[in-house]
C-alpha cells in the first residue's frame, strides 16, 4: 500500500492510522483468538504502517504519522479488555517513534477522540444511555470541581462537552506540563461557551500544524467568549469553539488567559448591585 501510494504521488507526508476493530465480551471469557485479533487490528497494524511509512519519510527529512487511540485508553469500560490494551499502547508505540524520527524531521502524535455515534456501537448506546463520553449536569450551573477531578487524572488536555436539559456547551481550563516536575500538569481556571441546542450543528475543526496548536486553537474562542461575557462592550461571545480564529494575533494566548483569569476574579470581588 505504501509504495503504491508513493509511486503514484511520488512522496508520502502524512500518515493516519486508524484501523480498529474490538471485541465486547468479558475479560475472562475472551480467548487467545479474540486477544489476538483485536491487538491485531489496533496496535500491529499500526506499528507495520508507521514502520513502512517511517522509512520513507525519514529518508524525504519530513512527515507527519498520527494514531487514533481512544477514550478507552483512560476511561476504560467493561468488555473491552484488549481494545482498551491496544489503544493505551498507541501512546506508548507514537512516544517511541517521535523519540527515534525526530531528528528525521518526523512528527508523531495521537490523538484519543471520545465516541463517535455509529451503526457499529447503536446496540451499546441502546443498551447504556450513558454511553457516549459526554459529562450529564443535573444543573445549568458549571461544577468545576468536577472537571478539575478528571482533568488531574488524565495526563492530556481535554475539550469537555456539558449537556443538560436538551442543550450543550464546551468547556476546559488551559492545561499545560508543570515547569517544576514534567510529569504533573496545571490545570487553571475554566473557561465555558454558551448553552447550544443538542443537535446544532457542529463546524469542523480548525487548521493547525500541530496537537499543541489544536487545543489553542479551540479553547482560545471560549476565553474570548467568557471575557465578552463578563465585560459588556467586548462584543458577543462566540456561539462554538470552533470558530476559525482570526490570523493576526499579537496577544499570545497565555496573555488572554492571564487577562481573562484577572478579569474573573476582579468580578467576584465587585459586589452585586
Given at each position: 500500500m505504501i509504495a503504491g501510494i508513493v509511486a503514484r504521488h511520488g512522496r508520502l507526508?502524512?500518515?493516519v492510522a486508524n484501523a480498529a476493530g474490538t471485541v465486547?465480551?468479558?475479560?475472562l471469557e475472551q480467548d487467545d483468538e479474540d486477544w489476538a485479533r483485536v491487538?491485531?487490528?489496533?496496535?500491529?497494524?499500526?506499528?507495520?504502517?508507521?514502520?513502512?511509512a517511517g522509512r520513507i519519510m525519514a529518508a524525504a527529512g519530513y512527515g507527519r504519522i498520527i494514531f487514533t487511540s481512544s477514550i478507552n485508553a483512560m476511561v476504560v469500560r467493561p468488555g473491552m479488555v484488549g481494545y482498551a490494551a491496544a489503544k493505551t499502547g498507541l501512546f506508548g508505540l507514537?512516544?517511541?517513534?517521535?523519540?527515534e524520527l525526530a531528528r528525521s524531521g518526523v512528527t508523531v502524535n495521537t490523538l484519543a477522540p471520545g465516541y463517535f455515534l455509529t451503526d457499529g456501537n447503536a446496540a451499546v448506546r441502546a443498551a447504556d444511555p450513558g454511553f457516549e463520553?459526554?459529562?450529564t449536569a443535573r444543573t445549568a450551573t458549571l461544577d468545576a470541581a468536577v472537571l478539575r477531578a478528571i482533568d488531574k487524572a488524565i495526563p492530556f488536555p481535554?475539550?469537555?462537552e456539558v449537556a443538560h436539559r436538551g442543550r450543550i456547551r464546551l468547556a476546559a481550563a488551559y492545561k499545560r506540563p508543570s515547569e517544576a516536575d514534567s510529569a504533573r500538569w496545571v490545570v487553571g481556571d475554566y473557561f465555558q461557551?454558551?448553552?447550544?441546542?443538542?443537535?446544532?450543528?457542529?463546524?469542523?475543526?480548525?487548521v493547525a500544524l500541530n496537537m499543541g496548536a489544536l487545543y489553542e486553537r479551540l479553547l482560545e474562542p471560549l476565553v474570548a467568549g467568557?471575557?465578552?461575557?463578563?465585560?459588556?462592550?467586548m462584543g458577543k461571545a462566540p456561539q462554538t469553539p470552533f470558530t476559525p480564529a482570526e490570523a493576526d494575533r499579537p496577544v499570545s494566548l497565555e496573555e488572554r488567559i492571564a487577562r481573562a483569569e484577572a478579569i474573573k476574579a476582579q468580578a467576584r470581588e465587585v459586589p452585586p448591585i
Amino acid at each position: 500500500m505504501i509504495a503504491g501510494i508513493v509511486a503514484r504521488h511520488g512522496r508520502l507526508d502524512i500518515l493516519v492510522a486508524n484501523a480498529a476493530g474490538t471485541v465486547r465480551k468479558p475479560a475472562l471469557e475472551q480467548d487467545d483468538e479474540d486477544w489476538a485479533r483485536v491487538i491485531e487490528a489496533c496496535l500491529t497494524s499500526a506499528f507495520r504502517m508507521a514502520r513502512e511509512a517511517g522509512r520513507i519519510m525519514a529518508a524525504a527529512g519530513y512527515g507527519r504519522i498520527i494514531f487514533t487511540s481512544s477514550i478507552n485508553a483512560m476511561v476504560v469500560r467493561p468488555g473491552m479488555v484488549g481494545y482498551a490494551a491496544a489503544k493505551t499502547g498507541l501512546f506508548g508505540l507514537a512516544r517511541a517513534l517521535a523519540v527515534e524520527l525526530a531528528r528525521s524531521g518526523v512528527t508523531v502524535n495521537t490523538l484519543a477522540p471520545g465516541y463517535f455515534l455509529t451503526d457499529g456501537n447503536a446496540a451499546v448506546r441502546a443498551a447504556d444511555p450513558g454511553f457516549e463520553s459526554r459529562i450529564t449536569a443535573r444543573t445549568a450551573t458549571l461544577d468545576a470541581a468536577v472537571l478539575r477531578a478528571i482533568d488531574k487524572a488524565i495526563p492530556f488536555p481535554l475539550i469537555f462537552e456539558v449537556a443538560h436539559r436538551g442543550r450543550i456547551r464546551l468547556a476546559a481550563a488551559y492545561k499545560r506540563p508543570s515547569e517544576a516536575d514534567s510529569a504533573r500538569w496545571v490545570v487553571g481556571d475554566y473557561f465555558q461557551g454558551d448553552w447550544l441546542p443538542e443537535g446544532a450543528a457542529r463546524a469542523p475543526l480548525p487548521v493547525a500544524l500541530n496537537m499543541g496548536a489544536l487545543y489553542e486553537r479551540l479553547l482560545e474562542p471560549l476565553v474570548a467568549g467568557q471575557t465578552a461575557r463578563l465585560v459588556p462592550g467586548m462584543g458577543k461571545a462566540p456561539q462554538t469553539p470552533f470558530t476559525p480564529a482570526e490570523a493576526d494575533r499579537p496577544v499570545s494566548l497565555e496573555e488572554r488567559i492571564a487577562r481573562a483569569e484577572a478579569i474573573k476574579a476582579q468580578a467576584r470581588e465587585v459586589p452585586p448591585i
